[in-house]
């Protein structure tokens, strides 16, 4: 009996320390992603990086500084179509349609999150890209939108939702209209938990490669207007990193340094400064 | 301000009984119809993405029908398209990557849900959460530049040494490969795994877990045959949802899979997914018919992640109803 017991804790601790071991092997893929990114892109990265133009195919340096600045406005104008719809389409959610008309949405918005990226790309170039007869700046950054709305949508209404009733009923009890008591007391008090859900949703559009494609293309010079097609970090790295140049190599890795810094800055600022003590749904 | 005299207190804002002209006055009239606008373009827009996606593959579902899905043949010359060797890429893909990521993932769920102090726990899943936000095409690049280079002078050839003689494991390896593949897409949906699964884990009720070890059960056998069984149907949520990732994962897959449209039984052969030729074909479709089969191979895709989508949530539901059922 003694024997089978000892049997049974061994069993217990080889098991134990071996889910220790799993968590262990996780965590350190991100630092070893991290420490590979900063050794590789950061020997790769200078000043022509962030401020010259690609250079013709074979020809060394030049930089992208036109992928930076269109990985800037493809988010600008995402995030003109994504916050508005998901910030005030979640106040409707939240605060009028509870039953009926709201379940629809909701159920539009997750169906709507769980598209492939690169589905999104084909409704965007369906859309904006066949009808135009061009790769715009516009298609990339609709298509770009419309995967922040689902994320910014269910999180304004479960934030709202939060905001405790009394607050709600004080609002009321002085005799404001609901939607006074929305815009002056409920909003604010949840402002914190929305700004960090937008500014998690930038991040993962950030990133994202797949939807831009065949909407925002690529450019090798500058994108002279919104309804031309603009270079991209990801578009970037990605067409770099498939290429047989050996400096087109480095330069897709100090583009990967640069794009993940700034994903994980903005992700690390957003969970741990902003919403210090909310916990934030994930995308 | 006297119309609101009628509210009973304690009624709460929602049973208010005002007239329709008394709150249109106050405004609350036009505030719900202006924020139902911009709730009704979230429907808009799913539906329009629906409808597109099914008016734009009318040639190739017109001309192919359910065939579609099982020819073999890939030959936009000769204007014959069929799903069969891009469905299979995609699935074998996500096969090895759940063989992968379950085991660890769950391991490592475990570990942070029953094991580690809250506050080694917290940290932990902080990483975790910083690991799903890395953007897709950074693991491509690393896996284009790491990953493929040491499959083909490392992994393959040890595989092939020492197991062979399984089918799986044989022929040539030149490092792009389903094998490869896989090992990306694992590594990119583990962490959703783990999240979704510590958060599961940690909602079953502690009784369940205190009544097992006050029976005699070691700490292991509490958590391996009470605790996870219970929230055995939330675990598996966790896994459809990281099968939805991997199935419509694009730029990871496209970067190491060798994007070969064959169908063949070594892990170690170059492959292709759904997502992958349309990545890569889509700017170069000449002709209706050929854009159009590409968009119908999206559509498929589309139709694989909302049925697998709708399990996950469906099972992630009820465990969650059962944690907290327990002490309704």
Redesign the interface.
């Given at each position: 009996m003694t024997a089978r017991l000892r049997f049974?804790?061994l069993?217990?601790?080889v098991?134990?320390s071996?889910?220790?071991?799993?968590?262990f092997?996780?965590?350190s893929?991100?630092f070893f992603?991290l420490g590979?990114?900063a050794f590789h892109g950061g020997r790769s990265l200078n000043w022509d990086f962030f401020t010259k133009l690609p250079t013709p195919v074979g020809e060394a340096g030049g930089g992208m500084a036109n992928a930076i600045v269109g990985s800037a406005k493809l988010l600008l104008l995402a995030s003109l179509v994504g916050v508005?719809?998901g910030?005030?389409?979640g106040?409707?959610?939240a605060?009028?349609?509870?039953r009926g008309?709201?379940f629809?949405?909701r159920y539009?918005?997750?169906?709507?999150n769980?598209?492939?990226?690169?589905?999104?790309?084909?409704?965007a170039?369906?859309?904006l890209v066949l009808p135009l007869k061009h790769f715009s700046t516009m298609a990339g950054a609709f298509a770009l939108g419309?995967m922040m709305?689902?994320i910014t949508?269910r999180s304004t209404e479960e934030f709202l939702r939060s905001v405790p009733?009394s607050l709600?009923?004080g609002a009321?009890a002085l005799?404001a209209?609901?939607?006074?008591?929305?815009v002056t007391v409920i909003v604010p008090a949840a402002y914190r938990g929305i700004l960090t859900a937008i500014l998690?949703a930038l991040?993962?559009v950030?990133?994202?490669?797949?939807p831009l494609?065949?909407t925002a293309?690529n450019n090798r010079f500058w994108s002279p207007g919104w309804r031309q097609p603009t270079a991209s970090l990801?578009v970037m790295?990605?067409t770099y990193?498939?290429a047989p140049y050996d400096d087109w190599?480095r330069q897709?890795?100090a583009a990967?340094l640069v794009?993940?810094g700034l994903?994980?800055v903005v992700?690390?600022i957003a969970?741990l400064v902003l919403a210090r003590g909310i916990s934030v749904p994930?995308a | 301000?006297a119309t609101?005299s009628t509210?009973v207190p304690g009624a709460?804002?929602?049973a208010?009984s005002r007239s329709f002209l008394s709150?249109l006055r106050?405004?609350?009239e036009?505030?719900?119809l202006?924020?139902?606008?911009?709730?009704?373009?979230?429907?808009l827009?799913?539906?329009?993405?629906v409808y597109?996606?099914w008016v734009?593959s009318v040639l190739p579902r017109h001309k192919f029908g359910w065939k579609f899905l099982v020819t073999e043949v890939w030959d936009p010359v000769f204007d014959q398209f069929g799903a069969l060797p891009f469905i299979f890429g995609t699935v074998v893909t996500s096969a090895v990557a759940l063989l992968i990521a379950v085991?660890?993932?769950?391991?490592?769920a475990?570990?942070?849900a029953?094991?580690?102090p809250r506050r080694v726990s917290d940290a932990?899943t902080?990483?975790?959460?910083?690991?799903?936000?890395?953007?897709?095409?950074?693991y491509?690049?690393?896996g284009?530049?790491?990953l493929v280079p040491l499959m083909r002078e490392v992994i393959q050839p040890f595989l092939r040494a020492t197991l062979g003689f399984l089918p799986i494991f044989s022929g040539p390896g030149y490092g792009v490969s389903f094998l490869t593949a896989g090992i990306v897409l694992a590594?990119m949906v583990?962490?959703f795994i783990?999240?979704?699964s510590r958060e599961v884990l940690m909602s079953v009720p502690r009784d369940v877990r205190e009544a097992a070890l006050a029976l005699g059960a070691?700490?292991?056998?509490s958590?391996?045959k009470v605790v996870v069984p219970f929230a055995r149907p939330g675990i598996f949520g966790s896994i459809f949802l990281a099968l939805?990732r991997a199935?419509?994962?694009?730029?990871a897959v496209?970067?190491v899979i060798g994007n070969t449209p064959k169908i063949a039984a070594s892990l170690f052969a170059p492959g292709y997914s759904i997502?992958a030729v349309?990545?890569n074909e889509?700017?170069e479709a000449t002709g209706d018919l050929y854009l159009q089969s590409?968009?119908e191979l999206?559509l498929v895709?589309?139709l694989l992640?909302?049925i697998l989508?709708g399990l996950a949530?469906l099972l992630i539901l009820l465990t969650e109803r059962r944690g907290s059922g327990a002490y309704a």
């Amino acid at each position: 009996m003694t024997a089978r017991l000892r049997f049974r804790k061994l069993v217990s601790a080889v098991m134990l320390s071996l889910t220790g071991v799993c968590a262990f092997v996780a965590v350190s893929v991100l630092f070893f992603i991290l420490g590979y990114l900063a050794f590789h892109g950061g020997r790769s990265l200078n000043w022509d990086f962030f401020t010259k133009l690609p250079t013709p195919v074979g020809e060394a340096g030049g930089g992208m500084a036109n992928a930076i600045v269109g990985s800037a406005k493809l988010l600008l104008l995402a995030s003109l179509v994504g916050v508005p719809i998901g910030f005030f389409g979640g106040i409707y959610l939240a605060e009028f349609g509870r039953r009926g008309a709201g379940f629809v949405v909701r159920y539009a918005a997750d169906l709507l999150n769980g598209v492939p990226s690169i589905v999104i790309g084909i409704f965007a170039y369906a859309l904006l890209v066949l009808p135009l007869k061009h790769f715009s700046t516009m298609a990339g950054a609709f298509a770009l939108g419309v995967m922040m709305i689902p994320i910014t949508l269910r999180s304004t209404e479960e934030f709202l939702r939060s905001v405790p009733r009394s607050l709600r009923e004080g609002a009321m009890a002085l005799g404001a209209s609901k939607w006074r008591t929305i815009v002056t007391v409920i909003v604010p008090a949840a402002y914190r938990g929305i700004l960090t859900a937008i500014l998690l949703a930038l991040a993962r559009v950030a990133g994202e490669t797949a939807p831009l494609l065949f909407t925002a293309f690529n450019n090798r010079f500058w994108s002279p207007g919104w309804r031309q097609p603009t270079a991209s970090l990801p578009v970037m790295i990605f067409t770099y990193a498939v290429a047989p140049y050996d400096d087109w190599h480095r330069q897709a890795w100090a583009a990967g340094l640069v794009l993940l810094g700034l994903v994980l800055v903005v992700n690390i600022i957003a969970r741990l400064v902003l919403a210090r003590g909310i916990s934030v749904p994930r995308a | 301000m006297a119309t609101t005299s009628t509210t009973v207190p304690g009624a709460g804002p929602r049973a208010s009984s005002r007239s329709f002209l008394s709150r249109l006055r106050d405004g609350d009239e036009i505030a719900r119809l202006l924020t139902f606008l911009f709730a009704a373009t979230v429907v808009l827009i799913t539906a329009t993405l629906v409808y597109q996606l099914w008016v734009d593959s009318v040639l190739p579902r017109h001309k192919f029908g359910w065939k579609f899905l099982v020819t073999e043949v890939w030959d936009p010359v000769f204007d014959q398209f069929g799903a069969l060797p891009f469905i299979f890429g995609t699935v074998v893909t996500s096969a090895v990557a759940l063989l992968i990521a379950v085991p660890l993932g769950i391991g490592a769920a475990i570990f942070l849900a029953e094991l580690a102090p809250r506050r080694v726990s917290d940290a932990l899943t902080f990483f975790i959460d910083l690991l799903a936000a890395v953007p897709s095409v950074i693991y491509g690049l690393l896996g284009v530049f790491i990953l493929v280079p040491l499959m083909r002078e490392v992994i393959q050839p040890f595989l092939r040494a020492t197991l062979g003689f399984l089918p799986i494991f044989s022929g040539p390896g030149y490092g792009v490969s389903f094998l490869t593949a896989g090992i990306v897409l694992a590594v990119m949906v583990i962490p959703f795994i783990i999240s979704v699964s510590r958060e599961v884990l940690m909602s079953v009720p502690r009784d369940v877990r205190e009544a097992a070890l006050a029976l005699g059960a070691t700490r292991w056998e509490s958590t391996w045959k009470v605790v996870v069984p219970f929230a055995r149907p939330g675990i598996f949520g966790s896994i459809f949802l990281a099968l939805a990732r991997a199935l419509g994962e694009t730029m990871a897959v496209t970067m190491v899979i060798g994007n070969t449209p064959k169908i063949a039984a070594s892990l170690f052969a170059p492959g292709y997914s759904i997502a992958a030729v349309i990545a890569n074909e889509f700017t170069e479709a000449t002709g209706d018919l050929y854009l159009q089969s590409l968009v119908e191979l999206g559509l498929v895709l589309f139709l694989l992640t909302f049925i697998l989508n709708g399990l996950a949530r469906l099972l992630i539901l009820l465990t969650e109803r059962r944690g907290s059922g327990a002490y309704a």
